[in-house]
């Protein structure tokens, strides 16, 4: 029993060091800090309640990957990718419900209908990311760097977005409805098509951003950075 174990530990070093072989699918509850799976294959692999802070997931295939999962007290693991990297990692259509990223890298990432709903972004860095109608109702985004994201009729419905970055992202037919955004800069942003009823926007910077003339009377009522500026698509 001690060889095999040995054995089994000296095959995750070398996986986990040298980002060679596929993952095992099972890495559930596991102590993940620092490890380094740049370039791995990690598809299918089952992160329930681990805690990756730190982690190294850069260019990795994380396709159907799970980061939370129901358990029968009626809670979800929540997984800890705290200032992990995930620049460039493919993460479409993964659970990552609830999970923890505060100011994780996701630069360049695909996380096209990822579901994102309740997450801790805080301070996250999404430039260039693609989230194409991924989840991020109730999540937190507040200091949040979305620059030049593409978000096409991404949800982010009633989160706390207050001094978050879109410049020049691509938000058409985003829900955005509920949502605080308080001081918030989407100055050359696309928002055409986009719902930001009921929406908190004081201090909010739409310079030279494109939005649809139907949501101008509810902007003329909030306190707008540049609002002279904006411009009102037909």
Request: aromatic residues 10%; proline residues 0%; charged residues 20%.
């Amino acid at each position: 029993m001690k060889l095999a174990y040995f054995y089994f530990k000296i095959f995750f070093i070398i996986v986990f060091s040298f980002g060679i072989l596929k993952c095992s699918t099972d890495l559930r509850n596991r102590d993940l800090k620092g490890k380094n799976f740049e370039g791995m294959d990690l598809r299918d692999t089952d992160f329930s309640g681990a805690d990756l802070r730190g982690a190294n997931l850069n260019n990795t295939d994380m396709g159907k990957v799970k980061f939370a999962k129901l358990v029968h007290t009626g809670r979800h693991r929540i997984v800890n990718l705290t200032g992990a990297n995930l620049s460039g990692a493919l993460l479409n259509n993964a659970n990552l419900l609830s999970a923890n990223l505060f100011k994780a890298v996701v630069r360049k990432a695909e996380l096209r209908g990822t579901n994102l709903s309740g997450t801790d972004l805080r301070s996250a860095d999404f430039t260039e990311a693609d989230l194409t109608k991924a989840d991020m109702s109730g999540a937190k985004l507040s200091h949040a760097n979305f620059t030049n994201a593409v978000m096409t009729g991404a949800d982010m419905s009633g989160s706390l977005i207050n001094n978050a970055n879109f410049r020049s992202a691509h938000l058409r037919n985003a829900n955005i409805s509920g949502a605080r955004l308080k001081g918030s800069d989407f100055s050359n942003s696309d928002l055409r098509g986009a719902n930001f009823s009921l929406a908190n926007i004081n201090g909010a910077n739409f310079y030279k951003s494109s939005i649809d003339k139907k949501w101008k009377a509810s902007f003329k009522s909030a306190r707008i950075i540049n609002f002279n500026t904006i411009i009102w698509a037909d």
